[in-house]
C-alpha cells in the first residue's frame, strides 16, 4: 500500500514538473501572444478611425459610419486573437473555435434571416450615389423626401407632412424613382375650350401666357400644345413645359401657378371653359292641364 502511495506520489510530481516545464518554456509564447493582442487592440482603434474617414465623403449617415467602423474594429481583434493563438500552439483550440463560429453564425444567419438581409440591403444603399439623403423619390406606392437611410430601415417624409417607413430590402427589390437626379420636370396641362373658340388663338394664348409666367421658358416656341379630341362639351388640349425643379412639390406649385394665370388671360379674351353639359330627353310626352292639377291637388287634400 505504501509503495502504491509513494508511486502514486512520483507521478504527481513529475507531471507537475512537466507542467512546470512546459510553462517556463511557453513564456516566451504567451509574452508574444500579449503583445500580439494589445497590438491588435491598438491597430482596430487605427483602423476605425482610418475606415471611418475614408466613407466619411461616400456615406452621410451616422449609423452606418459606426457600424462600418465597428466591424472594422472587430474583424482586426478576431484576427489578431487567431494570430495569439498560433503562437501558444493551440491549433486545436483555435480549428475548434473556428468550427464553433461557423455554426453559430449559421444558427444565427437563419434565425435573424430578414433582419440580415435589411441590414446588407442598408449597406448597399448608403453607398448608392443615386440615392441619398434630401433626395425627392418615389417607391412602392409612396412618393416623398428620404430623411434617413440606416441599418434597418428607410424612411420618407411625404408631402402632407407623413412619415413613411419602409424596410430595406424593400426598396432594393422594387423599383424607385428619383425625381432629384435632374434639375428639370416636366409640366402637364390638360384642358378644354367651347367648340365657339378660335383654335389658333386659343394655341397662341396659351403658349404665350407660360413663357410669360416662367423664366425657364424662354419663348412661346418652347412650350408644347396639342389638341387631343372633341369632347362631350368642349374640344380639349394638352399642353406641356419645362421647368427647373427637383422634387414634385415645386412641380405642383408651378402647374398650380400655370393654371392660374391661363383662367385669368382666358376670362380677360372671353374665351369660354365649358363645364360638361348633360341633356336630358324624354320621349313621352307629359299631358299637363290646369283641370288634371286641379283634380290631383284635391285628391291629395282628401
Known amino acids: 500500500m505504501k509503495e502504491q502511495f509513494n508511486t502514486a506520489l512520483g507521478n504527481l510530481y513529475e507531471k507537475l514538473i512537466g507542467w512546470f516545464n512546459a510553462i517556463i518554456e511557453s513564456i516566451p509564447n504567451m509574452i508574444l501572444a500579449i503583445v500580439v493582442m494589445v497590438a491588435a487592440y491598438y491597430a482596430a482603434k487605427y483602423v476605425s478611425k482610418l475606415v471611418t474617414k475614408l466613407i466619411d465623403k461616400r456615406v452621410e449617415q451616422k449609423s452606418i459610419k459606426g457600424a462600418i467602423s465597428r466591424v472594422s474594429a472587430v474583424i482586426v481583434v478576431a484576427l489578431g486573437l487567431f494570430m495569439a493563438l498560433g503562437v501558444l500552439n493551440l491549433g486545436k483550440a483555435l480549428t475548434s473555435l473556428l468550427a464553433g463560429a461557423g455554426v453559430v453564425g449559421l444558427a444565427i444567419g437563419l434565425a435573424l434571416q430578414g ?87 386659343v394655341e397662341q394664348l396659351t ?73 336630358l330627353q324624354f320621349d313621352n310626352k307629359l299631358d299637363v292641364k290646369a283641370s288634371n292639377l286641379k283634380e290631383a291637388f284635391a285628391n291629395n287634400q282628401n
Not at 172 to 198: A, H, Q
Not at 224 to 249: H, K, Q, V
Not at 261 to 273: H, S
Open 207 to 279: 403658349k404665350g401666357v407660360i413663357a410669360n409666367t416662367f423664366d425657364q421658358v424662354k419663348s412661346a416656341d418652347d412650350v408644347e400644345f396639342y389638341y387631343t379630341e372633341f369632347g362631350g362639351s368642349s374640344i380639349n388640349y394638352l399642353c406641356r413645359f419645362w421647368i427647373d425643379a427637383e422634387s414634385m412639390l415645386e412641380k405642383m406649385r408651378a402647374k398650380t401657378k400655370a393654371i392660374i394665370e391661363i383662367k385669368k388671360a382666358y376670362d380677360k379674351e372671353d374665351i369660354n371653359i365649358p363645364f360638361p353639359i348633360r341633356t
Open 115 to 201: 433582419t440580415l438581409a435589411n441590414t446588407f440591403a442598408g449597406l448597399i444603399l448608403s453607398f448608392r450615389k443615386k440615392i441619398q439623403i434630401g433626395h425627392w423619390v418615389e417607391t412602392t406606392g409612396y412618393s416623398g423626401e428620404v430623411m434617413d437611410i440606416n441599418l434597418k430601415d428607410f424612411t420618407l417624409k411625404e408631402a402632407d407632412n407623413n412619415i413613411v417607413i419602409i424596410p430595406n430590402k424593400t426598396i432594393l427589390d422594387n423599383p424607385l424613382k428619383n425625381y432629384s437626379l435632374t434639375t428639370k420636370m416636366r409640366v402637364f396641362i390638360e384642358c378644354g375650350v367651347g367648340y365657339e373658340s378660335d383654335l389658333e388663338k
